[in-house]
């Protein structure tokens, strides 16, 4: 419905122009302009408080822009009119804290949402749940409770949730920051997965060494602005002493 | 001092008595109903966005909860009287105990709609539910489970507190005692077994809450830990 056409970059998939965005007087955005490509993985990077997840949040319209236009899979993020619901189809997002509902077992947390929302039979979304499962490796997992999984078996068990309703795009904000160096190795493994897969991302993260082999893309963000954009390769030879120094203390 | 108790004349009145605790029961059993629904309600209600609904649902509660039940149940006696329509005692006394204990109710569960952190609303938001998919699939279950105890002690209240009813001349327990205890003047020994009889219906409500909530709420029937 309130689409606009795809002209210019067909494979654009996410794009922030300008975007501004402030919480009272805090300036957190301040002019941010970066566009993600179908099969494209964009690594969001910078110092704690310059505006990383709320760039995040923006784009699945969980914090509204003051200026500038975001534009996901088609969807106009920044128009008022925007049909939050159909955006949210096409955007899946994973959380650092998990957020599995705990009343719900690991089937019924995947199953909840293409039931509710795409009204797909019982039958087939139990199925899509045990795929989902499978690719994340935790097939065995189907009848347990969230609280039963470890923390990386349920950061896991979020990202087949969010996967079970065909997103095309996933945004992660810090998924492996409550986990220790183990559980954290499950967990990338299988975002590389995905990403082999040709899914289009968008992650926050601290694991330098993941962004590395990950990005094609890096946004280094300081002070609310983009200050250093590139292909991953800037990690090693940064061309902003800012980010000379972010890598430097971050390695 | 000499004590002379004599339970005879009363016991053998035990059908009226097993009447009333069923009818106490039974209004206890309307109003819990009737009370959740308009707790639901009332705590959404309290929580919409909507400053009309919000307020409107507020006043409702700090007038229920600032006002002796007596005095409710004589409003709406009275109200009803002065409005020309004719109800049973026992209509009454059900309509004024709901309307009471929704109020209780209301404040109960939006306690427990608070006590859910405001991630888990996020990530159902971030998978396309719609608001009433969010209330109903993600925040009702666990927000009831956190307030069950306190859900269980209102109602149990509640029945209890229905023996106020006897003074609109509703039938029910109370209402049973009054009467034989002047038809026997056997006055101490009759509220003496009533007061048994309101444990006993205490207890049995009670249980009937355990064995619902393990209906109600699978994961803490599977693994037995609060959420
Ligand atoms: N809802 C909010 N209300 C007020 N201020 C907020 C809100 N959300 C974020 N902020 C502030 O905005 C700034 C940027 O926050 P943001 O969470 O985007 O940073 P970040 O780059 O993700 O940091 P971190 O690495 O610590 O997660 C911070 O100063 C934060 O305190
Ligand atoms: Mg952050």
Same mark, same amino acid.
């Given at each position: 419905?309130?689409?606009?056409?795809r002209t210019?970059?067909?494979?654009?998939? %996410?794009?922030?122009s300008?975007v501004?965005?402030?919480?009272g007087?805090l300036?957190?955005?301040?002019g941010? $302009?970066?566009?993600?490509?179908?099969?494209?993985?964009?690594?969001?990077?910078?110092?704690?408080?310059s505006?990383?997840?709320?760039?995040?949040r923006?784009i !699945?319209?969980f914090?509204?822009? *003051?200026?500038?236009?975001i534009?996901?899979?088609?969807?106009r993020?920044? !128009?008022?009119k925007? !049909?939050?619901?159909?955006?949210? +189809? !096409?955007?899946?997002?994973v959380? +650092?804290?998990?957020?599995?509902?705990?009343h719900l077992?690991?089937?019924?947390?995947?199953?909840?949402?293409?039931?509710?929302?795409?009204?797909?039979?019982?039958?087939q979304?139990?199925?899509?749940?045990?795929? /989902?499962?499978a690719?994340?490796?935790?097939? *065995?997992k189907?009848?347990q409770?969230p609280?039963?999984? $470890?923390?990386g078996? +349920?950061?896991?068990?979020?990202?087949?949730?969010?996967?079970?309703? +065909?997103?095309?795009?996933?945004?992660?904000?810090?998924?492996t920051?409550?986990?220790?160096?183990?559980? @954290?190795?499950?967990?990338?493994?299988v975002?590389?997965?995905?990403?082999?897969?040709?899914?289009?991302?968008?992650?926050?993260?601290?694991?330098?060494g993941?962004?590395?082999?990950?990005?094609?893309?890096v946004?280094?963000?300081?002070?609310?602005?983009?200050?250093e954009?590139g292909?991953?390769?800037?990690?090693?030879?940064?061309a902003?002493p800012?980010?000379?120094?972010?890598?430097?203390?971050?390695l | 001092?000499?004590?002379?108790?004599d339970?005879?004349?009363?016991?053998e009145?035990?059908?009226?008595?097993?009447?009333?605790?069923?009818?106490?029961?039974?209004?206890a059993?309307?109003?819990t109903?009737l009370?959740?629904?308009i707790g639901v309600l009332?705590?959404?209600?309290r929580r919409s $966005?909507h400053?009309?609904?919000?307020?409107?649902?507020?006043v409702? %509660?700090?007038?229920?909860?600032?006002?002796?039940?007596?005095?409710?149940?004589f409003?709406?006696?009275?109200?009803l009287a002065?409005?020309?329509?004719?109800?049973?005692a026992?209509?009454?006394?059900?309509?004024?105990?709901?309307?009471?204990?929704?109020a209780?109710?209301?404040?109960?569960?939006?306690?427990?709609? *608070?006590?859910?952190?405001?991630?888990?609303?996020?990530?159902?938001?971030?998978?396309?539910?719609?608001?009433s998919?969010?209330?109903?699939h993600? /925040?009702?279950?666990p927000?009831?489970?956190?307030?069950?105890?306190?859900?269980?002690?209102?109602? /149990?209240?509640?029945?209890l507190?229905?023996?106020?009813?006897?003074?609109? $001349?509703?039938?029910e327990?109370?209402?049973?005692?009054?009467?034989?205890?002047?038809d026997t003047?056997?006055?101490?020994? @009759?509220?003496?077994?009533?007061?048994?009889?309101?444990i006993?219906?205490?207890?049995?409500m009670?249980?009937?809450?355990?064995?619902?909530?393990?209906?109600?709420?699978?994961?803490?029937?599977r693994?037995?830990?609060?959420?």
């Amino acid at each position: 419905m309130h689409k606009i056409t795809r002209t210019d970059t067909a494979s654009s998939v %996410v794009g922030l122009s300008n975007v501004h965005k402030s919480f009272g007087a805090l300036k957190v955005l301040n002019g941010v $302009s970066f566009e993600v490509n179908r099969g494209e993985v964009l690594v969001l990077i910078g110092r704690s408080g310059s505006g990383k997840s709320t760039a995040l949040r923006c784009i !699945d319209r969980f914090e509204t822009i *003051d200026s500038g236009e975001i534009v996901v899979c088609g969807h106009r993020v920044s !128009d008022p009119k925007l !049909d939050l619901r159909a955006l949210r +189809q !096409d955007v899946g997002i994973v959380f +650092q804290s998990y957020n599995l509902f705990p009343h719900l077992t690991i089937e019924e947390n995947i199953t909840l949402a293409p039931c509710s929302v795409k009204g797909i039979s019982k039958v087939q979304a139990k199925e899509q749940a045990r795929r /989902v499962l499978a690719q994340v490796g935790l097939e *065995d997992k189907l009848h347990q409770y969230p609280e039963q999984l $470890s923390g990386g078996q +349920q950061q896991r068990a979020a990202i087949a949730r969010s996967l079970a309703m +065909q997103p095309k795009v996933m945004l992660f904000d810090e998924v492996t920051s409550a986990l220790d160096p183990e559980l @954290t190795g499950e967990v990338l493994k299988v975002i590389e997965a995905l990403a082999a897969d040709g899914m289009t991302m968008v992650m926050v993260t601290h694991e330098m060494g993941f962004a590395r082999g990950i990005a094609n893309r890096v946004v280094f963000m300081h002070h609310g602005k983009v200050h250093e954009t590139g292909p991953a390769a800037i990690l090693t030879s940064p061309a902003t002493p800012e980010l000379a120094q972010f890598v430097g203390t971050g390695l | 001092m000499n004590l002379n108790l004599d339970f005879a004349a009363i016991f053998e009145r035990w059908p009226a008595f097993l009447e009333g605790a069923l009818l106490t029961l039974q209004l206890a059993f309307i109003a819990t109903l009737l009370g959740t629904v308009i707790g639901v309600l009332g705590a959404i209600g309290r929580r919409s $966005s909507h400053p009309i609904i919000a307020r409107i649902c507020g006043v409702y %509660v700090e007038a229920i909860r600032n006002t002796p039940l007596l005095v409710q149940i004589f409003l709406v006696y009275f109200g009803l009287a002065s409005l020309g329509l004719k109800f049973s005692a026992f209509t009454v006394a059900a309509a004024a105990l709901t309307i009471n204990v929704g109020a209780y109710t209301t404040e109960i569960i939006r306690a427990g709609f *608070d006590a859910i952190p405001r991630g888990q609303i996020e990530a159902a938001e971030g998978l396309a539910l719609s608001r009433s998919q969010i209330y109903w699939h993600v /925040v009702m279950l666990p927000a009831i489970e956190k307030v069950y105890p306190a859900l269980t002690s209102q109602f /149990v209240l509640l029945m209890l507190a229905s023996s106020v009813t006897s003074q609109i $001349s509703a039938e029910e327990l109370t209402a049973v005692a009054n009467y034989i205890q002047s038809d026997t003047y056997r006055a101490f020994e @009759t509220y003496i077994l009533v007061a048994l009889v309101y444990i006993v219906l205490s207890l049995v409500m009670r249980a009937g809450f355990w064995l619902l909530g393990l209906v109600i709420f699978p994961r803490r029937r599977r693994l037995g830990t609060p959420l």
